[in-house]
């Protein structure tokens, strides 16, 4: 076995004994990894209340080559994120975001994506209430873009050609984005209203934030749902994505 430490954050934990837990770690130098936590149910676990879900830290994993679980040695807590925990929209957006990394990042270095989780989880805990909803769609589109699966907005995603630089555009979360008139007749499509468009083009750009009402807010939570769903979900429950996209509490 050998020793990597890395900048690690804990994307989920399970019970794995009386005394021990499983944890799935995103890594900044090995991607998505899963360790054991020996001891750390223990009341004097030295690992205390740091593996918390979100919590970030570095990480000492014993890799076993060959081996899809390593075993978690230490884990020196750096930031808890406790303000996303005191708020419902703030934690489901950071646990959408979670699981999307958790489930679609690579068992491999892939530093964007790590990075891009670390600056997400610090933004919506630092963000205005009133930015929250934009927000969060805002990281989880730049998430999935940076695993490889950005929409395409300028041209066809079909064919490539081109569509019309405003109003409204026809688009497909199964194809993979925007459609020219033929391939939307063709394929099936939703008709993006022209404002629809400008915040989904503002969402994925480097532009300020959209402002959203609740229904406008739902539709664009919608939209990027089952885009996740088609393109990288492939039949996989994801209870915190389905969680954040109903936004069930705020009608409890």
Same mark, same amino acid.
């Given at each position: 076995?050998?020793?990597? #430490?890395?900048?690690?954050?804990?994307?989920?934990?399970?019970?794995?004994? =009386?005394?021990?837990?499983?944890?799935? /770690?995103?890594?900044?130098?090995?991607?998505? *990894?899963?360790?054991?936590?020996?001891?750390?149910?223990?009341?004097?676990?030295?690992?205390?209340? +740091?593996?918390?879900? /979100?919590?970030?830290? *570095?990480?000492?994993?014993?890799?076993?080559?060959?081996?899809?679980?390593?075993?978690?040695?230490?884990?020196?807590?750096?930031?808890? !994120?406790?303000?996303?925990?005191?708020?419902?929209?703030?934690?489901?957006?950071?646990?959408?975001? @979670?699981?999307?990394?958790?489930?679609? @990042?690579?068992?491999?270095?892939?530093? =964007?994506?790590? =990075?891009?989780?670390?600056?997400?989880?610090?933004? /919506?805990?630092?963000?205005?209430?009133?930015?929250? *909803?934009? &927000?969060?769609?805002?990281?989880?589109?730049? %998430?999935?873009?940076?695993?490889?699966?950005?929409?395409?907005?300028?041209?066809?995603?079909?064919?490539?050609?081109?569509?019309?630089?405003?109003?409204?555009?026809?688009?497909?979360?199964? =194809?993979?984005?925007?459609?020219?008139? #033929?391939?939307? #007749?063709? !394929?099936?499509?939703?008709?993006?209203?022209?404002?629809?468009? +400008?915040?989904?083009?503002?969402?994925?750009?480097?532009?300020?934030?959209? #402002?959203?009402?609740?229904?406008?807010?739902?539709? !664009?939570?919608? &939209?990027?749902?089952?885009?996740?769903?088609? !393109?990288?979900?492939?039949?996989?429950? %994801?209870?915190?994505?389905?969680?954040?996209?109903?936004?069930?509490?705020?009608? +409890?």
């Amino acid at each position: 076995m050998s020793l990597v #430490t890395t900048p690690a954050i804990v994307l989920s934990t399970l019970r794995y004994s =009386e005394t021990s837990k499983i944890v799935r /770690l995103a890594t900044r130098d090995m991607g998505v *990894q899963s360790a054991i936590a020996k001891g750390a149910l223990r009341p004097k676990s030295r690992f205390g209340a +740091a593996l918390q879900v /979100l919590s970030e830290g *570095q990480a000492d994993l014993l890799v076993k080559e060959q081996r899809e679980l390593h075993i978690l040695a230490s884990f020196e807590l750096t930031r808890l !994120h406790a303000g996303l925990a005191g708020d419902l929209d703030r934690y489901a957006a950071a646990m959408a975001l @979670a699981e999307v990394m958790l489930r679609f @990042a690579p068992a491999d270095p892939h530093p =964007e994506s790590f =990075e891009l989780l670390l600056d997400a989880l610090g933004a /919506l805990e630092a963000a205005p209430a009133s930015d929250i *909803q934009a &927000l969060g769609c805002r990281l989880l589109w730049s %998430l999935v873009s940076v695993l490889g699966f950005a929409p395409s907005l300028d041209a066809c995603a079909r064919d490539g050609a081109p569509v019309a630089a405003e109003g409204p555009l026809p688009f497909s979360a199964r =194809e993979g984005g925007a459609l020219c008139a #033929t391939c939307a #007749t063709d !394929h099936g499509a939703v008709t993006l209203p022209a404002d629809a468009r +400008a915040d989904l083009d503002a969402l994925l750009a480097d532009a300020p934030l959209p #402002t959203f009402d609740a229904k406008h807010a739902a539709a !664009h939570r919608r &939209l990027l749902a089952r885009y996740v769903q088609y !393109h990288l979900g492939e039949g996989t429950e %994801l209870p915190a994505l389905e969680f954040w996209m109903r936004r069930q509490w705020r009608n +409890a």
